[in-house]
């Protein structure tokens, strides 16, 4: 008994000794609209199905680097605390095993981050390796990614053999690094980031998805215009110039055929990648996150691009499943991407500094709460601020052209109707603009003023 009751014990100490924090995975797309452009998603649908969806997430600044660095500080884009950790970085002092997959979009390397392992790293490559003439699946110039390469993490190896910028298996490509790292199962929970490039202009069809999704079966956005109706600060930008003036109802149609079908791939190698967690065994004790760092447009008030404070593009899908997350629940708290961190922290009992700019949302993501905050906010460089309430109620003030937009989403959900000059909103006109202007001044905004 004496014999076997030390077999028994020497069996369990392997058991006792597991950690059992949960792994975390975020999985992020790139300028992926909130209706993911009409494209059917059955991976993500069933990632939803055992999860939250969170119908009210929020990136406050749309464009790539600024929503980024936003989700690895947790702060504001403007604050530069160099002495607090980021994300990963918190993750691997706790004991955490950490990687990055995919595009790369904020200073330094991966390794400098807090990241101890990186696979399909996709990165700018610098001017030696733009290709000149590359036109995408329309025949406009492609005027994004020029000279993005795979490469190692510290940028010493290039692998020009994958392909320069873009091309249309690209998506597959950072599923199959993903899986390699989640193949590595060890005795340490992980913190894992994949960054796909998706749905990120130049468009290409993907293999296999030709007629899928034809233009003449596009429905226009409900807020489709041919222009906008000023200036929003923007209009020369790159992605504005992504398709002709004034849009056309044929145009922004052939642009969400080959968008959908870009989703649809994205979708796809998703689910490659939750069944490589499954077939490992590690499904149930993952924290899963998909979202994206911004929306888009595509037609949408007359615009293309995500520089602007319209839902379609500061409103971004957002998912979380796993331990402890109850299943097939749908959330409207107002959330803010840079709240990932001490979110997923707090899940995982991992420490995080008390400066942070961002709050956990965590009990809300364990059915404790309903709600997060009353109102959010967002901003675009000195041409836009916003604040959007939790009954909803939204203004926009665009100061370099003097004007200003009031919404009711409750009402006009799509955003179509601006009622800043209708005297029977003065009052609610009023108080939005003090509540921005107060929050300007408390969150440091180097351009507080009017």
């Known amino acids: 008994m004496t014999r076997l009751g030390l077999l028994f014990l020497l069996f369990l100490a392997p058991l006792a000794a597991a950690d059992p924090r949960p792994n975390v995975l975020l999985i992020l ?201 000023f200036d929003h600060g923007n209009f020369t930008g790159r992605d504005e110039l992504l398709l002709d003036w004034p849009r056309t109802g044929d145009a922004v149609r052939r642009l969400l055929s080959v968008y959908a079908a870009v989703v649809d791939d994205l979708d796809a190698q998703i689910g490659r990648v939750l069944a490589a967690l499954e077939q490992s065994g590690q499904r149930d004790r993952t924290l899963v996150i998909f979202s994206s760092d911004h929306g888009m447009a595509c037609g949408s008030h007359g615009l293309r691009g995500k520089q602007n404070q319209y839902e379609h593009t500061i409103g971004v899908p957002f998912i979380a499943a796993g331990p402890g997350i109850p299943a097939g629940r749908r959330s409207e708290a107002q959330i803010y991407l840079r709240e990932l961190y001490p979110t997923t922290a707090e899940m995982a009992g991992v420490p995080v500094p008390a400066r942070l700019a961002a709050g956990s949302f965590a009990p809300v993501l364990r059915g404790e709460k309903a709600g997060h905050h009353e109102a959010i906010h967002g901003y675009f460089t000195d041409t836009q601020r916003m604040i959007r309430t939790a009954d909803g109620w939204k203004l926009i003030r665009y100061p370099q052209v003097d004007r200003w937009q009031l919404f009711d989403l409750t009402n006009d959900p799509h955003e179509r109707r601006d009622l800043s000059s209708d005297p029977a909103h003065r009052a609610r006109f009023e108080d939005l603009r003090a509540r921005l202007a107060t929050w300007r001044r408390e969150a440091g905004d180097p351009l507080d003023r009017e």
């Open 29 to 229: 797309a790139d300028d992926l609209r909130p209706d993911y452009g009409g494209a059917r998603t059955p991976h993500l649908d069933e990632l939803a199905a055992r999860g939250m969806t969170f119908t009210r997430a929020t990136c406050s600044y749309p464009i790539c680097v600024v929503s980024r660095t936003e989700i690895l500080t947790g702060l504001h884009g403007w604050e530069r605390e160099r002495d607090l950790p980021l994300w990963p970085e918190a993750f691997r002092a706790a004991g955490y095993r950490t990687w990055h997959v995919g595009k790369w979009h904020v200073g330094g390397r991966p390794a400098d981050r807090g990241y101890s392992e990186v696979a399909g790293h996709f990165a700018s490559g610098g001017g030696a390796w733009v290709v000149p003439g590359q036109r995408d699946w329309e025949g406009f110039p492609v005027t994004g990614y020029r000279g993005w390469i795979f490469q190692s993490g510290d940028g010493r190896e290039k692998y020009p053999d994958l392909g320069v910028g873009l091309t249309p298996d690209i998506s597959r490509r950072f599923a199959d690094a993903a899986i390699s790292l989640i193949d590595r199962k060890g005795d340490v929970p992980w913190f894992g980031q994949l960054d796909f490039t998706a749905p990120h202009d130049p468009l290409f069809m993907p293999p296999g998805l030709e007629g899928k999704y034809p233009p003449e079966t596009r429905e226009l956005p409900p807020d489709f215009l041919p222009e906008h109706p």
